[in-house]
């Protein structure tokens, strides 16, 4: 663990793992809401997790690196559940490279237990944890100059939602009618950092039932260049 202060007022921890900035951003959670911990804001990213508005940086820097922190244990909420239609472009490519037939990367998806890590790229997008190492998968060699929203794609260890229309270079394994951002929506986001998300798969002759109408996104709150599989310790987007 390496704190890094960011500005008079902020902390920028760096953490060798994935894992490991999850578990300590559900510690941070837990002692905020005990009253032990004053911070404006607490922002995962892959291996980083920003802390602002702190009056102290330098002595919360030597207060951390003494915590023993334990795994990030699962949210006693319920999960959230995306409907997914297993139709994606991608699949035959995703299963060549997990070693198994077309059929069954949709069994292997829809049956792993996800955790968002972390929220970025686009208002509304997730990078959900929870497939086994042995299942990740490269970003496409060529991207597209345009992935359709609700599109269930994989990159790196991550599985994500787009919430729009925009390019990108992830594998993609389905298709939702879920909306992930609605601005008229509290909170405007489907997910958050820490939720625990589940995908439910939908036969051929299926029907999606939006959890909502989507709403148009204010210009310029989207980037436009797709989401990167973070793999440098700084985790950005």
């Known amino acids: 663990m390496r704190a890094l202060p960011v500005g008079d007022r902020a902390l920028l921890v760096e953490l060798p793992s994935g894992a490991e900035a999850e578990a ?56 959230v559940e995306i409907p997914v239609r297993y139709d994606g472009p991608d699949l035959p490519d ?3 490279h997990w070693g198994v037939p077309v059929d069954e990367v949709a069994r292997i998806h829809a049956a792993a237990e996800f955790r968002v890590a972390f929220c970025g790229f686009a208002p509304g997008f997730g990078y959900l944890t929870g497939l086994p190492a042995r299942y990740d998968v490269p970003r496409r060699a060529t991207p597209r100059t345009g992935v359709p929203a609700g599109s269930v794609a994989l990159a790196g260890p991550y599985t994500g939602v787009y919430p729009r ?24 986001a489907l997910l958050a950092p820490g939720a625990q998300v ?29 989401p990167e599989a973070p793999s440098a310790p700084a985790g950005t987007t």
């Not at 404006?40 to 940086?57: K, M, S």
């Open 24 to 79: 300590l951003h559900a510690e941070l959670l837990r002692r905020r809401a005990a009253g032990d911990l004053i911070v404006g804001e607490i922002v995962p990213a892959a291996r980083t997790v920003l802390l602002d508005g702190l009056a102290d940086p330098s002595r919360w820097a030597a207060r951390l690196a003494s915590w023993d922190i334990p795994p990030a244990a699962p949210r006693t909420e319920a999960a």
């Open 94 to 96: 995703v299963a060549a």
């Open 165 to 188: 229309s925009s390019p990108g270079g992830w594998q993609l394994i389905g298709t939702t009618d879920a909306v992930l951002w609605d601005h008229t929506r509290v909170p405007a």
């Open 198 to 226: 589940r995908f439910v798969p939908l036969g051929a002759e299926a029907e999606f039932v939006p959890l909502r109408a989507e709403s148009e996104i204010p210009l310029g709150a989207e980037k436009t260049t797709g």
